[in-house]
């Protein structure tokens, strides 16, 4: 367009440059060979370490030295709506533990649930555990990839219902993308070489400033805080709902989950266990639009619940959860997050006598 | 179907081999309906639209050459089918939601009409390769096709069907229409390409993608923060949208066809007329061939050369996206290059030829192709303007700290595609059309690296390809 009125062909020139660059014509065996050589490399290199990250007791621990009454699990949905100053300030000092974690869903869940607080000698009076729609029959949802190395920390070295569960819920791409996980365990040392790339850049603006392996981006969170982003619908994409109906199907969805297990080990070890179901990101008009299929799916799993002993609470459609109080996705404002956990007292106050 | 799943790999595996087991005659027809698979994976009703315009271009070249006393009926046909889906499919919101505002600051109250149309993956690409056709028979650049397939086959061919590059019929069609054999050596060249179209992607762009969108959901960024972020954006456009081509252009040799160049390292441009040179090659030579050259190219004299230089970038802007920041985007580069062509022709002789101004003539342009960047990144225009005033001075000593550092994290990730883009330079440099960079132990040494790097570094989330929404 710029080259005025000089309308040489663009493609006689990329096939000059293409010829150049080509390779000599090969035979079919060479290039299997060359083929197979390059699948095979990267398949050498399996770590020397240990293939899992230790366990983390240090929670279990905390837990016996607060000798907590409620204990609270999830992900941001609880992070960003249940303040422990204002528990400890309306339930008094050491009455409450909060655990969560920032992404992981169901499984993580189940193993704070399993190896950390029931695995500790104290034993609170309920466990409140937050979660969204459907994903708390969905095992594999945020347990691979950038997730799994936080199930695995809450994870000892076999954890037959876990692995049980993980099995039966892969679709076959998850067991295939499993199966290529076996292939290749260089993709274990993923975390070390986001570690190693932080660490060069950090050496270059302060050079010795940090030591290897610790997560330099976190010196710089407060500029990324959730109060200072703009206020958009889309933040929270990864969480945003999805097409796949199969999902909602909760009859199918439960046995493979890890629901029954959870509802198992609290009741086995005398705990309450109370499902608190958040609401998600309302409209200006009012609540967040349900399909008719996760409307059924939650009607099934509030049955279910209460058939097996558990507690459980839906925060949809709650006339004071407008859509004011929202920050980026389903997360709540940092302000409003005082009011979000008295609000979170009045609706269950059945719990606290 | 997305190029970074499973699915597609699979797909493409089972494509492969089914091609090349088929007598060559059916294999056409074949790769038609493989492609119409490909796209009508997700939502099939996208098909629906495909074979609409295929249809008209179709008809419309068969009519002009059949019926010569109504060649311009045809023509006029063939256009309206593409420009009108085009009109409809990716323009219908933006030019309401624009007459609901414009009708509301003239005091009149419009209410948003409920209809909402969505936008079909890769629709300018593919109205743009059909205008291609029917321009270019109209024309009598090449005859009209008889056979359906291979127009089809023109308009569908799935690996450059939804983010291009931009294919001409007189370069696709003689490949199509050819009897094509398998060459072992092609195919290794087509894995090679893909698995590096797949690096640059995997883990370039995905992994600086969180920076760049980390600062873009900023309300109010500093300085060194917005800047960092928009270099982000500047790696993530190239590495995304290169690496998309790559493993087209891969794919498509596996089943022997050539697809054209779309990038020369643009980011090593010296002008902003060298820039589109080098970036978007298919999009650019395009609008050169048929909206630039037929308004009149630079003949009629410096102000009419201005003109369609900007009518020719403010379409380009358009023709990314139905909304005012790609329009000013256009804008943006149009104003650039006639700036450039005018102030080009009153600098002495030796500015032009000295080398050791190179290096500052790639620096600034740069730093002017980040700008454009930033308005291509940013849709709400209020918040543009916000972010184009914000004061170095201003800035905190952490902010400075974070860019810094977010700059030199995007720096490495980008050092493959800076190697690349030196080596990649033969015709410039001399050393990638050396025989050692050519040698099959080499490239596949590197390929079995490039693997091993996907494995290693490839971001824990891949988002869409950003060309997909064109």
């Avoid at chain 2, 799943?5 to 492969?16: A, E, I, T, W």
């Avoid at chain 2, 008889?146 to 007189?170: C, M, S, Y």
């Avoid at chain 2, 004299?301 to 996206?321: D, E, K």
């Avoid at chain 2, 410039?428 to 132990?441: D, I, K, M, P, Q």
Wanted: glycine fraction near 6%; hydrophobic fraction near 50%.
């Amino acid at each position: 367009m710029v080259d005025v009125d000089k309308r040489a062909s663009v493609i006689d020139d990329e096939e000059k440059r293409a010829a150049r660059s080509r390779l000599p014509p090969l035979g079919a065996g060479t290039a299997l060979a060359a083929l197979l050589f390059v699948l095979a490399v990267p398949s050498l290199y399996r770590p020397t370490l240990h293939g899992k990250l230790p366990f983390d007791r240090q929670l279990a621990g905390e837990i016996d030295a607060k000798k907590p009454d409620y204990v609270f699990i999830g992900n941001s949905m609880l992070g960003t709506r249940i303040d422990e100053h204002t528990l400890e300030a309306r339930l008094g000092r050491n009455c409450c533990y909060i655990l969560w974690t920032g992404g992981a869903e169901s499984a993580w869940d189940h193993q704070a649930l399993k190896n950390e607080v029931i695995a500790a000698a104290h034993r609170p009076k309920v466990v409140f555990i937050f979660f969204r729609d459907a994903y708390l029959t969905r095992v594999t949802y945020r347990a691979n990839d950038a997730y799994w190395w936080k199930i695995e920390r809450l994870s000892h070295d076999h954890e037959p219902q876990l692995e049980r569960s993980m099995r039966d819920s892969r679709t076959w791409q998850e067991a295939l993308e499993y199966r290529l996980g076996l292939l290749y365990p260089i993709q274990k040392r993923r975390e070390a070489a986001d570690y190693a790339l932080e660490w060069l850049a950090s050496q270059a603006i302060d050079p010795g400033g940090s030591a290897f392996g610790t997560p330099v981006a976190n010196r710089y969170n407060e500029l990324f805080a959730l109060d200072r982003l703009k206020n958009i619908e889309t933040a929270d994409d990864a969480a945003a709902g999805t097409d796949d109906s199969a999902i909602y199907d909760f009859d199918a969805m439960l046995p493979h989950s890890l629901l029954p297990s959870m509802i198992d080990l609290a009741r086995d070890a005398g705990i309450e266990l109370v499902f608190v179901r958040v609401q998600r990101r309302p409209t200006l008009l009012g609540p967040p639009p349900q399909s008719a299929q996760l409307l059924r799916y939650v009607a099934k799993l509030h049955a279910y619940l209460l058939r097996n002993g558990a507690g459980f609470y839906d925060f949809t459609g709650d006339p004071e959860l407008t859509l004011d109080h929202y920050l980026d996705g389903d997360h709540i404002q940092a302000a409003w997050k005082p009011e979000s956990t008295e609000l979170f007292l009045r609706r269950l106050k059945m719990y606290f006598p | 179907m997305i190029f970074q799943s499973l699915d597609f790999l699979l797909f493409l595996l089972l494509v492969f081999c089914v091609h090349w087991l088929l007598p060559w005659r059916v294999r056409n027809l074949f790769l038609v309906i493989a492609s119409y698979f490909f796209y009508g994976y997700v939502h099939p009703w996208f098909l629906l639209l495909l074979w609409f315009v295929t249809i008209a271009v179709y008809l419309a070249g068969l009519g002009m050459e059949a019926l010569p006393a109504y060649r311009r009926w045809f023509f006029a046909l063939g256009l309206a089918a593409c420009l009108g889906m085009l009109g409809i499919f990716k323009y219908f919101n933006f030019f309401i939601d624009n007459i609901v505002i414009a009708s509301r600051a003239m005091g009149f109250e419009l209410s948003q009409p409920t209809l909402r149309i969505a936008l079909p993956v890769g629709i300018s690409f593919f109205a743009f390769q059909g205008l291609s056709y029917v321009i270019d028979v109209y024309r009598g650049d090449i005859r009209a096709r008889r056979n359906l397939v291979d127009v089809a086959l023109f308009k569908a061919f799935f690996p450059q069907l939804v983010a291009g590059p931009i294919e001409r019929a007189t370069h696709f069609l003689p490949q199509i229409e050819r009897r094509r054999e398998l060459r072992p050596e092609a195919v290794l060249e087509g894995v090679f390409l893909i698995i590096w179209g797949f690096f640059k992607k995997l883990v370039i762009a995905d992994n600086v993608s969180v920076i760049a969108n980390k600062v873009f959901l900023l309300a109010h960024p500093g300085f060194p923060l917005l800047w960092a972020g928009v270099l982000a954006f500047c790696v993530q456009i190239f590495a995304d949208f290169s690496g998309y081509t790559d493993i087209a252009r891969g794919a498509a040799k596996l089943f022997g066809f050539d697809l054209i160049e779309n990038f020369r390292s643009p980011y090593l441009a010296s002008s902003p007329v060298d820039f589109w040179r080098r970036w978007h090659i298919s999009l650019s030579t395009w609008l050169r061939d048929y909206v630039y050259i037929p308004l009149g190219g630079s003949r009629g004299g410096r102000l009419l050369g201005a003109r369609n230089v900007m009518i020719t970038f403010l379409l380009s802007g358009l023709w990314h996206g139905a909304s005012w920041n790609y329009v000013l985007w256009g804008a943006y580069w149009g104003v650039l290059i006639v700036i450039y062509n005018n102030a080009s022709n009153l600098a002495p002789e030796w500015v032009a030829r000295s080398r050791g101004l190179l290096p500052l003539k790639i620096f600034l342009m740069f730093a002017l192709t980040n700008i454009g960047w930033l308005l291509f990144r940013e849709t709400d225009l209020r918040q543009l303007a916000d972010y184009l005033t914000l004061a170095p001075s201003a800035a905190s000593g952490l902010e400075w700290k974070a860019g810094a550092y977010l700059a030199c994290v995007v720096l490495l990730y980008s050092t493959p595609l800076i190697v690349q883009m030196y080596l990649g330079r033969p015709h410039e440099t001399g050393v990638y059309s050396g025989r050692r960079f050519n040698s099959l132990a080499v490239r596949s040494l590197t390929a079995a690296g490039l693997f091993g790097g996907i494995l290693l570094m490839r971001a824990a989330s891949s988002a869409d390809f950003i060309y997909f929404q064109f």
